[in-house]
């Protein structure tokens, strides 16, 4: 192996290695991302309390359900996604529904935070947080 091989491993290395983490990222096994109509909750909170939000999604029927959230932080903004599926060979209601299920997370430090709700087409629903 020569000195041109080992740049050019380098220069790929580097630029894999530095790669912006995508918003697209793959949903966890199992599980599609959800779409979300609205968010409930409190607008302020403190520090390390639990702060539990209603979030509603969507639903065609009894059958569906989100069972996780996956969020991304970047300062004092927060990006989430709902993710669930369809539950298979149970009788089901059928027709559309909204599905409330709490989000909670514990705030780390004070000031401002913006929480990003977003939705499979990359629509946004953004919820601000003031934190004592």
Known sequence: MGKPFLLLTAIILFWTGCKKPSDN??????????DILKIDGPTSGSINQVISLKVS?????????????????????ITIKAYGNTHKDIN???????????YNF???????????????????????????
Not at 92 to 98: D, E, H, K
């Open 106 to 132: 514990i705030p780390l430090e004070t000031g401002e935070l913006v929480l990003i709700f977003r939705n499979k087409d990359n629509s946004e629903i953004s919820y601000n947080i003031t934190i004592n």
């Open 57 to 77: 999604c969507p639903a065609s029927s009894g059958c569906d359900y989100v069972s996780q959230f996956i969020s991304k932080r970047n300062g004092k903004i």
């Open 92 to 102: 089901c209601t059928m027709g559309a529904v909204t599905l409330t299920v709490n």
């Open 25 to 34: 990222d793959p949903a966890p096994a199992g599980l599609i991302q959800w």
